[in-house]
């Protein structure tokens, strides 16, 4: 007995030796022999090609030998099949060599999930939007504009000498997944990016990124020509702005052949833009768009502009960007947030979704976490953008997903973009949970109709254990975790109750003093007052809702139409409205608050169920994350509930559990922004 005890130990300690989280989903074990891997003749043996060989070589665990043709009737673009013959060959073609690197991480991840193909059987696969990009918002000085997952990845110190090794594993990690782009730098974006320097350094990732078939772009501060180029203007319409640009542009393509384009934030929360010399958002986006037209480079326009002094921020992007529709080049997209204030913990889709009907529209999600609990708290967001994607948004019928991935034009592409949650952390993304939204995401642009669940699956097969006692609980916990999140947090349409700034935890009260824009301050959102609570966005509010397409714009301006999900979002609902399960709107929040914090605990108690599926590092790391969450789901709550109380002037439920914590502590009490790390945890409420 004491020998099985023993055997059974050994097996464990073996299986489960120690990780640390940098392999991701990429944890197949290598051959001991190389697989056998042909390219067909008349196939060009391109570097991404050498690529895949390399990659089914080492991994490859099958009978059969794997062949790799490049067909001119192949599926196009990046599209692939797989068939496997009588002689037990597994043979991927595609129209490309790229197709084929799709094809072998295809082939790969169905070795890891368990998915096989009969004798005779072809599965076929090929990518919804053209353009699947994630936008790193990281800083020349290493920094992350919203990153908790330490320092950026690119070293420009070091840079073009030294070639980090982890760019490479970057590279094949977002091709595994099928992101075909990186905006290597933050959108609120230094002129420096563009220095001779810079650029120099940018092609020497670019050269590491191309072979994976990853486009390299860049965030451009529209204030250049001024700021880099000495220039007394940086107006659109001025010839030697444009003349700075197309030298700039030259000089870009000279060094990255293959270079994507420009990302742009302008004329939004203080970056510069052409609204500064009088011009519109077309204006500008136009002018850079001709300047790479000639080198096939698109513009990617960003739509999240806010001014200060509009009575509503969630109706801006909409009456600044919808009487442009149909002035933008055909190399011009127009990259558009989920909602239309900013990837807040549960938004409606942004009503330009659909509506610019002649304007190439790409979707923009926040794949990193500022919103939902950063590096601690597991969200798994693929439920969020699949719930964004598959909005009807009534025009035409189009979906969300449908609207963005409609060419305009003949010349169009469509895209979807990404804020990364990357960084120089071993994990590559603080939390090892985390990965999972880095891995739905470039599925999700892949095949927009993969259910959350498939995604959670396939993630957590491959990046813990394909063992359905993990699986099985695992998958619950990852589908419940967005509806657990904005419970705890935001829910109803409640929005932007967040600490100031950092935006951890929760702060409904926050008010620095001084001259703050009443748009940076929870108050502006929440509207409690005596009456009630939310905003009112209907006719007689800010008309927000009027943005919709019918039948939406009546479902949701009408209080008893509107989903309940968004009641407070589109409403100024009183403290006594009867909601749809006869309970008042208080006593809801109450019980929704208590629901989340319920769920956070289920989330951590089913976790130390997983102990025996978990390498002791990564369970550790993980355990500390769900306890830290489900405290904060009861900070979160008492915060919410006893600073809406003196507002309301109701009590609890009596069957609601008293809050742990006094308002007037977690009114005083200030998270020091350096300190919600794993090592400063316990200094939370
Ligand atoms: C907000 C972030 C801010 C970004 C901005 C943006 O708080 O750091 O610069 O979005 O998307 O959510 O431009």
């Not at 994976?212 to 204030?223: D, E, K, P, Q, W």
């Not at 913990?345 to 009907?357: C, I, Y």
């Not at 407070?568 to 629901?595: A, E, K, Q």
Request: proline share 6%.
């Amino acid at each position: 007995m004491r020998l099985v005890v023993l055997l059974v130990c050994a097996c464990f300690v073996s299986l489960l030796r120690a990780e640390d989280g940098s392999r991701l989903w990429l944890r197949m074990e290598r051959n001991a022999d190389a697989a056998e891997v042909r390219v067909e003749r008349g196939t060009k043996r391109t570097a991404t090609v050498d690529i895949a060989v390399r990659e089914l070589e080492d991994y490859w665990k099958g009978d059969g030998k794997v062949v790799l043709r490049v067909a001119e009737d192949g599926p196009a673009r990046d599209g692939f099949s797989i068939g496997r013959t009588e002689k037990e060959e597994m043979v991927l073609t595609s129209a490309s060599g790229q197709g084929l690197l799709y094809a072998a991480y295809g082939l790969l991840r169905m070795q890891q999930v368990g998915d096989t193909l009969g004798v005779g059987q072809t599965v076929s696969d090929a990518p919804a939007y053209d353009l699947r990009i994630l936008n790193h918002w990281d800083n020349p000085d290493g920094t992350i504009e919203r990153g908790y997952a330490g320092r950026s990845i690119w070293q420009w110190d070091e840079l073009p000498g030294t070639v980090s090794p982890r760019y490479e594993a970057y590279a094949r990690a977002n091709a595994s997944v099928g992101i075909n782009g990186a905006v290597l730098n933050n959108v609120n974006a230094k002129p420096l990016a563009l220095s001779s320097d810079m650029l120099r350094k940018t092609a020497a990732i670019a050269d590491v990124l191309r072979p994976y078939g990853i486009r390299t772009y860049l965030s451009v501060n529209f204030a250049s020509p001024k700021a880099l180029g000495g220039l007394p203007t940086a107006d659109p319409l001025d010839a030697d702005v444009r003349q700075w640009w197309v030298g700039k542009v030259d000089e870009i393509y000279r060094l990255i052949p293959d270079f994507g384009g420009f990302l742009v934030k302008a004329n939004s929360e203080g970056e510069p833009g052409p609204q500064d010399y009088g011009r519109t958002h077309a204006d500008g986006a136009n002018m850079l768009a001709d300047v790479l037209a000639p080198h096939k480079g698109i513009v990617m326009w960003r739509a999240f502009v806010y001014k200060p002094s509009s009575p509503d921020r969630a109706c801006q992007a909409y009456e600044e960007f919808m009487p442009l529709d149909g002035k933008f080049r055909d190399n011009v997209i127009v990259q558009v947030k989920n909602g239309p204030v900013d990837f807040q913990p549960r938004e409606p889709f942004s009503p330009l979704f659909g509506a610019m009907r002649h304007t190439q529209v790409m979707p923009e999600f926040q794949v990193t976490q500022e919103y939902l609990g950063q590096s601690i708290h597991t969200v798994f967001l693929a439920t969020m953008w699949k719930d964004v994607l598959s909005a009807q948004t009534y025009h035409d019928g189009e979906t969300v997903a449908a609207a963005t991935l409609r060419k305009v034009s003949a010349q169009s592409v469509s895209a979807i973009a990404g804020v990364a949650n990357i960084g120089d952390s071993e994990n590559w993304t603080g939390s090892d949970m985390a990965q999972a939204n880095w891995y739905a995401f470039g599925r999700l642009c892949w095949n927009p109709d993969m259910s959350a669940a498939q995604l959670a699956d396939e993630f957590l097969k491959q990046t813990f254990s394909a063992d359905e006692g993990f699986v099985g609980p695992m998958r619950q916990v990852l589908l419940r975790s967005w509806d657990a999140a904005v419970s705890y947090m935001m829910p109803y349409g409640l929005h932007h109750i967040f600490a100031g700034e950092h935006h951890y935890g929760p702060e409904p009260w926050y008010h620095p003093g001084g001259d703050i824009r009443l748009d940076w301050l929870p108050s502006y959102y929440h509207r409690a007052d005596s009456v009630g609570l939310g905003f009112d966005r209907t006719r007689e509010g800010s008309g927000g809702a009027a943005q919709y397409h019918e039948p939406l714009s009546t479902l949701y301006g009408d209080l008893r139409t509107c989903p309940e999900e968004y009641l407070l979002w589109f409403h100024h609902v009183p403290w006594s409205y009867v909601m749809r399960n006869g309970l008042t709107l208080w006593d809801n929040l109450c019980y929704i608050y208590n629901h989340g914090v319920d769920e956070a605990r289920h989330f951590a108690t089913v976790w130390e169920g997983m102990r025996p599926y978990v390498d002791a590092t990564r369970y550790e790391r993980q355990k500390a994350r769900f306890d830290r969450q489900a405290k904060d789901a009861v900070w979160w709550r008492d915060a919410c509930l006893l600073y809406f109380q003196q507002f309301s002037g109701l009590p609890l439920p009596a069957d609601c559990p008293p809050p742990v914590h006094k308002l007037k502590d977690l009114m005083k009490y200030h998270l020091d922004i350096d300190n919600y790390t794993a090592a400063g945890m316990d200094k939370l409420p």
